[in-house]
């Protein structure tokens, strides 16, 4: 491993440091109450949310992946379900990492809102920087979570009906 090897290591971990963090915030605050239903979703537990977040990883993962090997039009399509599960995919982990924020917000000694996101972004960023642990357990696990934690949100707003027209006796 020669010099350029180290360096090129070290850049791309320093861009992953700090693109990371910002896209998770962007996606956080244009999605703000659905990653909030989310991580009220998600601070109960994860288990369900992990499961949950399985299926569609599963089911948008390996069709995509097929039509990636086909070639031409379909490998369009296919690239297009890949982006599109990596959207949500990383929007699921800014709600993992505003979860994690809630969490410590003990331990700000805070009850500022706005702080919970960026404390929990730079909490799970440092978290997945680690190799191996951090790249092949930390961040599938939080991202198939966060999937599952967003469509339980969605999927609940969905299903949460409208109060009824008042009567006014006319």
């Known amino acids: 491993m020669g010099i350029g090897d ?34 009220e979703r998600l601070a109960y537990g994860g288990i369900v949310p992990f499961f949950v977040g399985l299926i569609p990883s599963v089911l948008i993962a390996v069709p995509a992946s097929i039509l990636i090997s086909l070639g031409s039009v ?16 990383f929007t699921g982990l800014s709600v993992v990492s505003r979860t994690v924020g809630m969490h410590m917000r ?16 730079l909490i799970v960023t440092f978290a997945i920087s ?5 790249w092949f357990i930390i961040l599938p696990l939080s991202l198939v979570t966060g999937i599952g934690a967003l469509v339980l949100a969605m999927v609940g707003q969905w299903f949460q009906r409208a109060p009824a027209p008042a009567y006014d006796g006319e």
């Open 6 to 39: 180290a360096i090129t290591i070290v850049s791309c971990l320093a861009g992953l440091m700090v693109a990371l963090p910002a896209m998770m915030l962007f996606l956080g605050l244009i999605f703000n109450q659905t990653t909030q239903r989310a991580a």
């Open 74 to 89: 379909p490998q369009f399509c296919g690239s297009v379900l890949w982006l599109l599960l990596l959207m949500a995919a």
């Open 106 to 121: 003990d331990l700000l000694a805070t009850d500022s809102t706005l702080l919970d996101p960026i404390a929990g972004v």
């Open 130 to 134: 680690f190799p191996f642990l951090g």
